[in-house]
């Protein structure tokens, strides 16, 4: 019996998240033939890898994909995880994307005319591959603590609710938007939070009447090259939990968590944090005083707002 040939494509996405669908989109506009696999189901990662209490960090109103943008009731609100889920899902029903859901990628090769992608349903052949799987889906634990019945350790994905966690203290290691939103949430639990704050940039939410999101679209910060930003990127505190609110960490502090320096070292179950809690505050300071002086200077024309709105020397206004 003649060994089965692999299936041939023109081009192959692998990933069938926001961006998996959006180079579907693109290619159907174009004509050509193309095929996206899904290990999971669309949008697997919001749906088992976020938690429950999640909310998107964009107002609804700027969450759109080339097409059809997301269906809210409320356009300055931020959609949780599950409704960015069910999105995604109604997003590739309406432009019936090419999808197969289940079906995991393992490998992937170059070929004298192509590549071939071996997946959990048998090889294919592609012209064309497109890796459209993000760029931090391996979960990274630092080996730090022992592995112990006596110290619960999960990372971000993995958390659901704090009623998921046992009884007790929670430290919450990492100052990005995902580690805020977690600590918050931990806090107004009426969990007791210690909170490793780290280097960090953080955000105004909303600035002279709107999201900072819309400013980074007026400003065009969003379309900057990649040559000319930074070599360093700083995490970018923002949150659109509990309404959207601009993220101080010393707001978290006045309210009963206790904020401390990045994490050091370990010792048994004894974890040693650096001096450095009001030098990564103030970093943070200064990343929002930049953010507001940038838009200030790129947008004169505003100059001039109503006093109400956020003024360009509050760093640590709401």
Same mark, same amino acid.
Not at 37 to 57: A, D, T
Not at 158 to 166: D, M, N, Q, V
Not at 211 to 228: C, E, I, M, N, Y
């Given at each position: 019996?003649?060994?089965?040939?692999?299936?041939?494509?023109?081009?192959?996405? %692998? #990933?069938?998240?926001?961006?998996?669908?959006?180079?579907?989109?693109?290619?159907?506009?174009?004509?050509?033939?193309?095929?996206?696999?899904?290990?999971?189901?669309?949008?697997?990662?919001? %749906?088992?890898?976020?938690?429950?209490?999640?909310?998107?960090?964009?107002?609804?109103?700027?969450?759109?994909?080339? #097409?059809?943008?997301?269906?809210?009731?409320?356009?300055?609100?931020?959609?949780?995880?599950?409704?960015?889920?069910?999105?995604?899902?109604?997003?590739?029903?309406?432009?019936?994307?090419?999808?197969?859901?289940?079906?995991?990628?393992?490998?992937?090769?170059?070929?004298?005319?192509?590549?071939?992608?071996?997946?959990?349903?048998?090889? %294919?052949?592609?012209?064309?591959?497109?890796?459209?799987?993000?760029?931090?889906?391996?979960?990274? %634990?630092?080996?730090?603590?022992?592995?112990?019945?006596?110290?619960?350790?999960?990372?971000?994905?993995?958390?659901?609710?704090?009623?998921?966690?046992?009884?007790?203290?929670?430290?919450?290691?990492?100052?990005?938007?995902?580690?805020?939103?977690?600590?918050?949430?931990?806090?107004?639990?009426?969990?007791?939070?210690?909170?490793?704050?780290?280097?960090?940039?953080?955000?105004?939410?909303?600035?002279?009447?709107?999201?900072?999101?819309?400013?980074?679209?007026?400003?065009?910060?969003?379309?900057?090259?990649?040559?000319?930003?930074?070599?360093?990127?700083?995490?970018?505190?923002?949150?659109?939990?509990? #309404?959207?609110?601009?993220?101080?960490?010393?707001?978290?502090?006045?309210?009963?968590?206790?904020?401390? #320096?990045?994490?050091?070292?370990?010792?048994?179950?004894?974890?040693?944090?650096?001096?450095?809690?009001?030098?990564?505050?103030?970093?943070?300071?200064?990343?929002?005083?930049?953010?507001?002086?940038?838009?200030?200077?790129?947008?004169?024309?505003?100059?001039?707002?109503?006093?109400?709105?956020?003024?360009?020397?509050?760093?640590?206004?709401?």
């Amino acid at each position: 019996m003649s060994e089965r040939q692999p299936e041939a494509i023109d081009t192959l996405i %692998i #990933g069938g998240g926001q961006a998996g669908l959006a180079m579907s989109y693109h290619l159907t506009q174009r004509g050509h033939p193309h095929l996206v696999l899904e290990r999971g189901r669309v949008g697997e990662r919001w %749906i088992s890898e976020r938690w429950l209490g999640m909310h998107f960090q964009t107002p609804n109103a700027m969450v759109a994909l080339p #097409g059809f943008k997301l269906p809210a009731e409320d356009p300055e609100g931020f959609g949780t995880a599950a409704e960015i889920a069910a999105y995604l899902s109604a997003y590739a029903a309406r432009f019936a994307v090419p999808v197969r859901t289940g079906v995991a990628v393992t490998a992937l090769r170059r070929t004298d005319t192509g590549f071939t992608a071996e997946t959990s349903a048998g090889p %294919i052949q592609a012209k064309n591959v497109v890796v459209a799987t993000g760029p931090f889906q391996t979960p990274v %634990i630092p080996d730090l603590l022992p592995q112990t019945p006596d110290v619960v350790q999960i990372h971000a994905n993995s958390y659901r609710a704090p009623e998921s966690l046992p009884p007790g203290a929670v430290l919450v290691v990492g100052a990005g938007a995902s580690g805020a939103q977690i600590a918050e949430e931990l806090m107004r639990a009426g969990r007791k939070v210690y909170f490793s704050v780290s280097r960090h940039k953080r955000t105004p939410r909303r600035y002279r009447g709107h999201d900072h999101v819309w400013w980074w679209l007026k400003t065009g910060f969003d379309r900057t090259p990649a040559s000319r930003k930074p070599p360093e990127i700083l995490p970018l505190v923002h949150s659109g939990a509990y #309404g959207g609110h601009t993220i101080d960490f010393r707001n978290f502090a006045a309210n009963g968590m206790v904020l401390v #320096g990045r994490v050091a070292s370990a010792e048994g179950c004894v974890v040693r944090f650096a001096a450095d809690l009001m030098d990564n505050l103030a970093e943070g300071d200064a990343g929002y005083q930049a953010i507001m002086d940038g838009i200030c200077r790129l947008t004169p024309k505003h100059a001039n707002s109503p006093p109400n709105h956020l003024a360009c020397a509050s760093p640590s206004a709401n």
